[in-house]
């Protein structure tokens, strides 16, 4: 058994993270490293990037959004009752510090705009941000080459 199987909970959040990786990626922000781990049975995860430049600061803002939006999208594929409940209370925790986030880049740039980008970002790319999901909560902490 590998410990996604443990935890759809700590899956769920990496798959969070990793939409959050992926969306900087294409917005051209470097990201350092994405970790994911459990704390009193809830995943908690953290992503890291460089934001002294921000070439494009709506795909910045759709970045912010993408993890959300990616962790919704992974827990409608995967309906498990036990799995939802756990995964409503993961996207509650990260969701918050997002909208801060959010706040604090948005510079006058609409939340609806950067959210419509952060959904057309996830559809297209489900696929990969699955994968690289995987990859994280298998190991925990994915930086430099190995993202
Ligand atoms: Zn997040």
């Known amino acids: 058994m590998s410990p996604t199987d443990q935890s759809p909970e700590l899956l ?5 993270e990793a939409g959050h990786a992926l969306a900087f990626r294409k917005a ?3 990201v350092h490293s994405l970790q994911v781990w459990l ?4 995943a908690e995860g953290l992503c890291r990037v460089d934001d002294s430049h921000i070439p494009d600061r709506l ?3 759709a970045a912010i959004l993408a993890g959300a939006e990616a962790h919704a999208r992974f827990v409608a594929q995967h309906h498990g009752m036990v799995f939802l409940a756990n ?7 990260c969701a918050s510090d997002d909208h801060a ?3 604090h880049y948005a510079h006058g740039v609409s939340h609806g705009r950067a959210l419509s980008r952060a959904r057309s970002f996830v559809w297209w790319n489900s696929g990969p941000i699955t994968r690289l999901g995987h990859k994280l909560a298998r190991t925990g902490r994915l930086s430099g080459w190995s993202l």
Do not use: C, N, Y
């Open 12 to 16: 769920a959040a990496a798959v969070h």
């Open 28 to 30: 051209r922000v470097r």
């Open 39 to 42: 704390k009193d049975g809830d």
């Open 59 to 61: 795909a910045f803002l």
């Open 87 to 93: 995964a409503r209370r993961a996207v509650a925790g």
């Open 101 to 103: 986030l959010f706040q």
